[in-house]
């Protein structure tokens, strides 16, 4: 069962939030909406797709402040841009900092609710992304030292005798460790193994 999605709206007009809620909760969507970007900013993102549309102009922090700190959270939560005047030098700066729409007030009802959709499609796929290598991290936390040593060596193209040469360990001993790191590592094969590793952006090793 897949968690329930939840759209994030923030905008500082009081009668546009309460619009887009409206229209969100008619469309069977789970909504928090904020009237202030920092109290948005202070809410915990769930384990569950998830998107944001954002005014873009409000006072304090403005939709692009918004953006840019989200980015430096590496929140990674789709954006969708509202505002009451755009322009295509700001569709083209919203679009360049992240967000997956820029969209012009009043909007349309089903174009709003496309793009949310859409937006909370490519969270979902990338929620899945996010589990993997989160569960990957897990898997490379629990090698040992020596296991890790191994790892770096294993997926340098080096054979179990170079291994236990760069290792000053009997090739009994490194086979053993070997097994060990693919199997805490759930690799089925060397090029699983090797495509893990670069997922984890750890660098092979040829030598001690």
Known sequence: MHPVPLVFVVDDDAAVRASLVSLLESDGYQVQAFACARDFLATPLPLAPTCLILDMHMPALDGMEVVAELAR???GIPVIFLTGFGSIPMSVQAIKAGATEFLTKPVQPEQLLDAVRMA?????????QRSELAALRQRHASLTPRERETLALVIGGL????????MGISEIMAKTHKRKVMEKMAAR???????????LQIVSSRHR
Do not use: I, M, T
Request: hydrophobic share 50%; aromatic share 0%.
């Open 159 to 166: 054979l179990n005798k170079q291994v236990a040469d760069a």
């Open 120 to 128: 909370l499609e490519a969270d979902l796929a990338a929620l899945a």
């Open 73 to 75: 959270v590496e929140a």
């Open 189 to 199: 094969s060397l090029p699983d193994l090797v495509r893990s590793c670069e997922r």
